[in-house]
């Protein structure tokens, strides 16, 4: 068992930058790989970056490559979204995942445990 605790979330003008992190329970957090999702009002789930088990793998939804970055340190059991030149189109809840194969995943359903999120909201 799995469990996630997200932080970091706010708001932040058109442009700025925030950090958010995941903090992991579990000796087993090294083995996992981990996701970011975000959900607008009124939107589905979407996918927008992942990290294999060694931090050797990382993809990233189009709309976020090259301003998002997705880290780790399975030292301290933690995962970060680095989120540079915010959009106003980035403001929604953000979620951390994990699921229990060492490779990168890019759907929802491929993910075992979730946290409860954080927002980010985006101002123009």
């Known amino acids: 068992q799995v469990q996630l605790v997200e932080s970091g979330g706010g708001l932040v003008q058109a442009g700025g930058s925030l950090r958010l992190s995941c903090a992991a329970s579990g000796r087993t957090f090294g083995t996992y790989a981990m996701g970011w999702f975000r959900q607008a009002p009124g939107k589905e789930r979407e996918f927008v970056a992942t990290i294999s088990w060694s931090g050797g793998s990382t993809y990233y939804e189009d709309s976020v490559k090259g301003r998002f970055t997705i880290s780790r340190d399975n030292a301290k059991n933690t995962v970060y979204l680095q989120m540079n030149s915010l959009k106003p189109e980035d403001t929604a809840v953000y979620y951390c995942?994990?699921?229990?194969?060492?490779?990168?995943?890019?759907?929802?359903?491929?993910?075992?445990?979730w946290g409860q999120g954080t927002q980010v909201t985006v101002s123009s």
């Open positions: 995942a994990a699921r229990s194969f060492r490779a990168t995943g890019y759907q929802a359903g491929q993910y075992n445990y």
